[in-house]
Nanobody, 121 residues
């Protein structure tokens, strides 16, 4: 089965760190953008960070620049998102995605199951 498997969410205090992981299972996301979007309660889903599976091409939402760093390990079919200096406004469900374009479309590409990140002040 082709899927993205996420891990690494949790609950932390403001200023602390978390690291998200997203592993492609059953396929290799060659030629695709890979990254995360997030959705906070009552808000639209927004892109957070992305790169390209075949070459380094990081890009970030302005709200996370300097705090989040996306990386990839092609040998493990896995991407990572260390998140530092977390803020309460980072609280959301984070969705890993792989698609031919970015932001990914809800009805195309591959999506992870989502992982909750909660940051308390």
């Amino acid at each position: 089965r082709e899927q993205l498997v996420e891990s690494g969410g949790g609950s932390v205090q403001a200023g602390e760190s978390l690291r998200l992981s997203c592993r492609a299972s059953g396929f290799v996301p060659r030629g695709k953008f890979v990254g995360w979007t997030r959705q906070a309660p009552g808000k639209e889903r927004e892109p957070v960070a992305r790169t390209h599976f075949d070459f380094a091409m990081p890009d970030y939402a302005d709200s996370v620049k300097g705090r989040f760093t996306i990386s990839r390990d092609n040998a493990k079919n896995t991407i990572y998102l260390p998140m530092d200096t977390l803020k309460p406004e980072d609280t959301a469900i984070y969705y890993c995605a792989a698609d031919d374009w970015w932001p990914p479309r809800p009805d195309s590409g591959y999506w992870g199951q989502g992982t909750q990140v909660t940051v308390s002040s």
